[in-house]
């Protein structure tokens, strides 16, 4: 069984920062990518950034520039650092995992609960 708990979310004034902080604990073999999607009011969820083991990372277009997204392997956590937020960033931000049980199981994708990300004045 493998929990994603996510933190860092609130609220902030346009312009500002926030960073949200995922850490993965539980019994698997291993993590291959890591990630945050978002979801904002009646729309579906769309991928923010992801990173992968071998450092490659990805990133929506709407937030290059923005949002950088890292992580530490030995702690098994992903970071995204969000400067120059935007009310159009508002939305409750979900973090994914992609993790193996064993050395001969698939990579499934676990969810954390999701925390809220709101911009505004």
């Known amino acids: 069984q493998v929990q994603l708990v996510e933190s860092g979310g609130g609220l902030v004034q346009p312009g500002g920062s926030l960073r949200l902080s995922c850490a993965a604990s539980?019994?698997?073999?291993?993590?291959?990518?890591m990630g945050w999607y978002r979801q904002g009011p009646e729309k579906q969820r769309d991928l923010v950034a992801q990173?992968?083991?071998?450092?490659?990372?990805n990133y929506a277009d709407s937030v290059k520039g923005r949002f950088t997204i890292s992580r530490d392997n030995a702690k098994n956590t992903v970071y995204l650092q969000m400067n120059s937020l935007k009310p159009e960033d508002t939305a409750v931000y979900y973090c994914?995992?992609?993790?193996?049980?064993?050395?001969?199981?698939?990579?499934?994708?676990?969810w954390g609960q999701g925390t809220l990300v709101t911009v505004s004045s």
């Open positions: 994914h995992a992609d993790v193996a049980s064993s050395s001969l199981s698939a990579y499934l994708r676990r």
């Open positions: 539980g019994s698997f073999f291993s993590i291959n990518g």
């Open positions: 990173i992968f083991n071998s450092g490659t990372t």
